[in-house]
T-cell receptor
Framework: EAGVVQSPRYKIIEKKQPVAFWCNPI?????LYWYRQNLGQGPELLIR????????DSQLPKDRFSAERLKGVDSTLKIQPAELGDSAVYLC????????????FGQGTRLTVV | AQTVTQSQPEMSVQEAETVTLSCTYD???????LFWYKQPPSRQMILVIR??????QNATENRFSVNFQKAAKSFSLKISDSQLGDTAMYFC????????????FGKGTHLIIQP
């Protein structure tokens, strides 16, 4: 069984440029999470999807961040425009459903904004 | 809201020794789950062990075991017979059911196993 797949693995962009990250969750998993992990810190939740609905986006900086999960499968996280402080690892995770306690993580995208 | 505190930024032990990583948490929920995740340099978070709060028996997975003290809100991880491949960041996390906060992680402990 394939795990959570994220791309790209690394991305370097100049500040004020847009960037997008892609996540393909495990097949059949209805719940999808996006986390941001700053250097030396634990992951912090940005947004959670149940199927195609964003049910918790309170930590998503909505002035520059956006996310979508079309058809309740793949998801895209976008930043426009990127700032220096956005440099971090962006992790995607999925679980069977909202009540499932085990989340499976992808390998993340390391974003560097210069 | 739920919080997780890991007070040991880094630990180093010799191969084959036993090491204990500390974690304390706070939640207003009665039903919750606690986890230890391992994050090697590949960045992928790997679940090490899970504990349901309503279970009094401490969870074990091969060389990994926990000491769950519910009243003290403490959840430590013991690694026995440590191996070089155990070198990684270890994160304690809590999930309070319903998914409102997702998983909340601590800041992590960098564990180094010396040959």
């Amino acid at each position: 069984e394939a795990g959570v797949v994220q791309s790209p693995r690394y991305k370097i962009i100049e500040k004020k440029q847009p960037v997008a990250f892609w996540c393909n969750p495990i097949s059949g998993h209805n719940t999808l999470y996006w986390y941001r992990q700053n250097l030396g810190q634990g992951p912090e939740l940005l947004i959670r999807y149940e199927n195609e609905e964003a049910v918790d986006d309170s930590q998503l900086p909505k002035d520059r961040f956006s996310a979508e999960r079309l058809k309740g499968v793949d998801s895209t996280l976008k930043i426009q425009p990127a700032e220096l402080g956005d440099s971090a690892v962006y992790l995607c995770a999925s679980s069977l459903d909202a009540e499932s306690t085990e989340a499976f993580f992808g390998q993340g995208t390391r974003l560097t904004v210069v | 809201a739920q919080t997780v505190t890991q007070s040991q930024p880094e630990m180093s032990v010799q191969e084959a020794e036993t090491v204990t990583l500390s974690c304390t948490y706070d939640t207003s929920e009665n039903n919750y789950y606690l986890f230890w995740y391992k994050q090697p340099p590949s960045r992928q978070m790997i679940l090490v062990i899970r504990q349901e709060a309503y279970k009094q028996q401490n969870a074990t997975e091969n060389r990994f075991s926990v000491n769950f003290q519910k009243a003290a809100k403490s959840f430590s991880l013991k690694i026995s017979d440590s191996q070089l491949g155990d070198t990684a960041m270890y994160f304690c996390a809590i999930y309070s059911g319903g998914g409102a906060d997702g998983l909340t992680f601590g800041k992590g402990t960098h564990l180094i196993i010396q040959p």
